[in-house]
């Protein structure tokens, strides 16, 4: 069997590879190790709908089908949470009692300096976090970065490790730093079984990859041992057994025992027809996320106190609806902070009376809080970086530090 075989099995086997090689990761041995969850948004959600700016009278005259009413006692209002912004009643029963209990925080008019409203161009730029204005290090994203910062650090525990919950390794995990990938959307059957596996490890038991692949195989064995009694186990408590809730109760699973710093991808935001308003396609969208999420802490359990999870998008939609009562592509958006050991209960960061004259264009909202420098005060404050160890995570931008942790 040749080499090339050998990878194309590990990888419908569902084995994590990186740069051709197979990781398996240490267990975590300090619970009080922080947690870090990314999850990326892909296809541009409508901020204006999450977060709705329910004192801005343009807001209600720039979508007369799919506006989200102002706060009050109807159930298909929006949210309360300040004078000037309301959530989308989606979220009702998920979301917003843990905003309520300071541990969900929402930071409106966040995003990236890139103007393109390309989806592709944009994600890459995101993830990657270099300067929009040098050439592009397509091996070299942000959370690797981080982690290759945390492995080195004096102080930091020899557990830290990352993982992308993802079918292949994103460019944000890109980097020197090893890490694993695999998703955890489905509960199929393996393509190699355990005596497949048998026989693929004995190959290679006189070469220098056979700590490798017998590593590999193991971590494979185990995350699918784990995926089958949470299946179980979901049936029993009348859990959904599809859906982002079942894949988020599966993260956190895997970051509660082995992984600190986790990346995981939710399609299907691209509302260009019929998004809908209080219901409709991009409220079931809300509803299935807030459920994930809602599960993800739940089953983090004690540890969600030193857990934290941001919610990103590529860029936000344009704030007059479309003919076809959608959005189209746009620029600002807004950011979700949730954690056990949050400041939250807050809108953050710096912000405009939302009105023609604040628009971007005179068609999207402004970024006024950019990503990078956001996650870089959040980085400071849960790992403790310093000023020299931010920029070498995002060149040239100094953290935003919001105070949220």
Do not use: C
């Not at 090339?4 to 009080?32: D, P, W, Y």
């Amino acid at each position: 069997m040749q080499r090339r075989q050998f990878l194309e099995l590990a990888g419908a086997a569902g084995l994590a590879i990186s740069s051709g090689k197979l990781f398996a990761a240490s267990n975590i041995t300090n619970n009080n190790t922080p947690r870090l969850l990314i999850v990326f948004l892909r296809g541009g959600y409508d901020a204006a709908n999450l977060l709705v700016p329910t004192s801005s009278s343009f807001y209600y005259e720039s979508r007369p089908n799919i506006a989200i009413a102002k706060p009050s006692t109807a159930p298909d209002s929006a949210l309360l949470l300040n004078s000037e912004w309301g959530l989308h009643p989606a979220l009702r029963e998920t979301i917003y009692p843990m905003f309520k209990n300071g541990e969900a925080a929402f930071i409106p008019f966040a995003g990236t300096p890139n103007i393109s409203r390309s989806h592709f161009e944009t994600q890459d730029s995101i993830e990657l976090g270099q300067p929009l204005e040098q050439s592009k290090n397509y091996r070299s994203g942000f959370l690797n970065r981080l982690a290759t910062i945390l492995r080195g650090a004096s102080s930091a525990s020899p557990s830290v490790e990352g993982m992308s919950f993802t079918d292949q390794l994103p460019l944000v995990f890109q980097g020197s730093s090893s890490v694993p990938n695999t998703a955890l959307r489905s509960n199929q059957k393996p393509s190699v079984d355990n005596r497949q596996s048998s026989i693929i490890a004995s190959m290679y038991g006189s070469t220098p990859l056979a700590t490798a692949v017998s590593e590999g195989f193991s971590v494979r064995n185990e995350v699918m041992q784990e995926m089958n009694a949470e299946m179980e186990a979901a049936s029993r408590n009348a859990v959904s057994s599809k859906g982002f809730e079942l894949e988020a109760r599966r993260i956190a699973h895997l970051m509660k025992e082995r992984y600190s710093i986790g990346f995981v991808d939710v399609g299907g935001w691209d509302t260009h027809v019929n998004q809908g308003g209080a219901s409709g396609y991009l409220a079931g969208r809300f509803e299935e996320l807030g459920r994930g999420l809602q599960g993800y802490a739940q089953e983090m359990g004690s540890l969600w106190k030193s857990t934290t999870v941001v919610v990103i998008s590529e860029f936000g939609r344009t704030f007059r609806q479309n003919g076809n009562r959608g959005t189209d592509h746009g620029h600002g958006t807004a950011y979700w902070v949730l954690g056990g050991g949050l400041r939250g209960g807050v809108v953050a960061g710096e912000q405009v009376k939302v009105e023609q004259s604040t628009l971007f264009q005179n068609r999207d909202f402004p970024v006024l809080n950019d990503y990078r420098a956001v996650l870089a005060g959040l980085f400071a404050r849960q790992y403790g970086l310093s000023a020299a160890q931010n920029e070498q995570i995002f060149a040239g931008i100094k953290a935003k530090d919001l105070g949220l942790l």
